[in-house]
């Protein structure tokens, strides 16, 4: 009855670890749990307030598919004023969230026999989304000495004539790397005479802690032209259940193909957010980002920390998003089982590196309050001294 392409896909282990919390939580455990990737902090006030305004007016009908105009060019304005790119209006289109975006671009522009590199330990939902649409995944292997992060070599020697497109995020979710603008600069230097689309996740770019964000599409013409540049506000302005995603590139052949795509899919994204967004993007909101993003720097020192003080685990400090990708491999060579006995034991839950294509670590959400943040760790360092 179902589709081969459809069977493919795998449950996202992400919401298999947040659905077995909620079960032993209803059961009347105490769970707590760093397995989700959404902020704590209510979405700003400015922003609610602009679509109970969107509300009251009865914006409430169809739009354009791609985003009404006054969205489009404050998208374009923020990609001016903090990234240094320049998109007109038919080189953009909003879409339900960065997930959606990613969909809509892999199905036009990945088809059978197509190779996508992905950096790992990666984003669940990369491989299933290539795969869905028929692309064969290729990973890069990283770890903590290279900071998980590819080096051009290693993006050379993954190189083939069937190569479609490179994945780059950064800051990463799950490690929290975040590429300098030399490191994105030498990766596109080995780009250059082939016809590889860079999908640069940009997603976490408001929530970093040590250096500079720089965008792929940034630096240099030639990597302007080959990367689509994809972004929200889901984590920088808490906006996760708004649904608000974007995706802006020189080429305006890939916009207008994702748009017709969205015309017989969803058609327009939510109108009362695509008001909301406005104000999000425009800098209306930005002490309140940057309010979240000195908490989450906090809680982020603490917790590395605490983790580096736990006989048999590491952490490398992420310079940015609000992950830590705890190395276990002193402990454990099974993440799955490591996180389900954590969970059953301490009530800790957190997700396994395996389903981020790393074994032998976990990712740990600091999205939550300081005092949880010291419970859950202090349980995690219980645990893991009877398995030393």
Known sequence: MLTDRVNILSESITIAISTLAQELKAQGKNILSFS???????????????????????????????????????????????????YKPNQIIANNGAKHSLYNLFACTIQAGDEVIIPAPYWVTYPELVMYCGGSVVEIMTDDESGFKITPEQLK??????????????????????????????????????NVIVASDEMYEKLIYDGEFTSAAAVSDDMYQRTITINGLSKSVAMTGWRFGYMAAANTE??????????????????????????????????????MRVQFKARRDEAVKLFNEIDGLSVLSPAGAFYLFVNIKEVSNDSMQFCKELLEDQGIAVVPGVGFGSEGYFRFSFATDIDSIREGIKRIAAFVATKK
């Open 36 to 86: 989700a990737g959404e902020p704590d902090f209510d979405t700003p006030q400015v922003i609610k307030d602009a679509a109970i305004k969107a509300i009251n007016d009865g914006f409430t009908k169809y739009t354009a598919v791609d985003g009404i105009p006054e969205l489009k060019a404050a998208i374009a304005l923020k990609l001016k004023r903090d990234n240094g790119l320049d």
């Open 157 to 194: 020697a993954a190189l083939t004539p069937k190569t479609k497109m490179l994945i780059l995020t950064s800051p990463s979710n799950p490690t929290g790397a975040v590429y300098s603008r030399e490191e994105l600069t030498a990766l596109g230097k080995v780009l250059e005479g082939t």
């Open 254 to 291: 890939i916009i207008q193909a994702t748009k017709k795509l969205q015309s017989q899919s969803t058609s327009n994204i939510n109108s009362i957010t695509q008001k909301a967004a406005i104000v999000g993007l425009n800098g209306e909101a930005d002490a309140d980002i940057e309010a």
